[in-house]
Nanobody, 126 residues
Framework: QVQLEESGGGLVQAGGSLRVACAVS????????MGWFRQAPGKEREFVAA????????VYADSVKGRFTISRDNTKSTVYLRMTNLAPEDTAAYYC???????????????????WGQGTQVTVSS
């Protein structure tokens, strides 16, 4: 049974930092590309960042470039999203996802992801 479990969300003030994590089990983690997406209330889910299976390639949404960093630890089957200089518009539920087909080149396309977590809430107060 494949499980992706996000953690680390919470309430933070604008300008603050937070790191969310996604622990994966039930699949061979190091052959999957991983991504983070987010969904704010009343909005569609949007791409945030993605990383290749080895961690040598990353891609970011323009809205988070320079503020967010995606990384992974294949020894712990965990992917991270470090978020800095947070703004109220970053408030959303953050989801991690695993892609077998895009193991080498990270992708922003939701349809390329096979497994999804349940999400962790990040709230940024002004």
């Amino acid at each position: 049974q494949v499980q992706l479990e996000e953690s680390g969300g919470g309430l933070v003030q604008a300008g603050g930092s937070l790191r969310v994590a996604c622990a994966v089990s039930g699949l061979t983690f190091y052959i999957y590309g991983m991504g983070w997406f987010r969904q704010a209330p009343g909005k569609e889910r949007e791409f945030v960042a993605a990383i290749s299976s080895s961690g040598d390639r990353t891609v970011y949404a323009d809205s988070v470039k320079g503020r967010f960093t995606i990384s992974r630890d294949n020894t712990k089957s965990t992917v991270y999203l470090r978020m800095t200089n947070l703004a109220p518009e970053d408030t959303a539920a953050y989801y991690c996802a695993a892609s077998r087909s895009n193991w080498d080149y990270p992708t922003s396309h939701e349809s390329r992801y096979d497994y999804w977590g349940q999400g962790t809430q990040v709230t940024v107060s002004s």
